[in-house]
């Protein structure tokens, strides 16, 4: 490692510098670029909480420079009212990513990374048709596609950081960089949640005290599916019923409730090793997902015991 790294490594804790431009960013970038350092990309739209915070600091732990962008992105919201009450707090964003580590913090305006005459866009074919994309529209992962993408170009980071509960999201992405041989490397963080167990989400801040604490249905109801499978059940729709059921306790109708495999997010019949389940709700005003990895219990009984062949196994909840 040369002196100038180290330098780089050993530099006293300092405020973040603010980039609004891509020249600006890529030359506050350039003097870490000539000296090798590793560099790591948070992308965030805001809001941020302890989720984004966990992600800034893992980045921290790993990278010798750390750059959060922060960027409401237009071209991936389904609903224009959805876009104009998204949550806007950039001096608060400002503080807590710098406290949580970042060196660099990109905020363009809608205008620089979409520049007058833009005209292209990048889209993932067949992962994109289902779950999030049949409820959101064609559009929503091809706005978070085209605009990572771009942040991906504008930074160049060897390291990219993600939180788990934005699956679907994820998966597209690193379909992105596989297919199209971007040289980052796509790390997920498992998803924060409040020690209620919601998953933590810049949404939440619109949800009502009652809102809330009916939003804890969608975590109450993985663990129901959790709970069930523990026991041996391995039948996708046993499972999802187990789900249901628990939304249905707390008067909670999900847009929807699936079993998928975790690469492809094609549905499967039976839980094999492991799966993701996901749910999507609306609770009052606020749309939500949540998901969580289903694995075959190591006490889970003989496959050709399940309830398939009969076996009576009660549904529980969290």
Known sequence: MSQSHLALMSAPQRQPLVARTVAELRAALAPYRRAGATVGLVPTMGALHQGHLSLI?????????????????PSQFDEQADLLAYPRQEQRDIELAAGAGADVLFLPCVEEIYRPGFSTSVEVLGLTDRLEGAVRGAGHFRGVTTVVCKL????????????????????????????????????????????????????????????????????????????????????????????????????????????????????????????????AARIGQTRLIDNLPLRVSARSQDPRQSTDQGDAIAVCSA
Do not use: W
């Open 57 to 73: 600091s893992t980045a921290r732990e790993r990278c010798e420079l750390v750059v959060v962008s922060i960027f409401v992105n």
């Open 152 to 279: 991906l170009n504008i930074v160049a980071p060897q390291l990219a950081f993600f939180g788990r509960k934005d699956a679907q999201q994820t998966a597209v992405i690193r379909r992105m960089v596989r297919d199209l041989d971007i040289d980052a490397q796509i790390v997920t963080l498992p998803t924060v949640r409040e020690a209620n167990g919601l998953a933590m989400s810049s949404r939440n801040v619109r949800l009502s005290p009652q809102e809330r604490q009916r939003a804890l249905a969608l975590s109450a109801a993985l663990h129901a599916a959790e709970a069930l499978a523990d026991t041996g059940e391995r039948s996708a729709q046993r499972l999802r019923q187990a789900a249901e059921a628990e939304l249905a306790a707390h008067s909670v109708q999900a847009e929807y409730v699936a079993l998928v495999d975790a690469e492809s997010f094609e549905d499967v019949d039976r839980l094999q090793d492991e799966a993701l389940l996901l749910i």
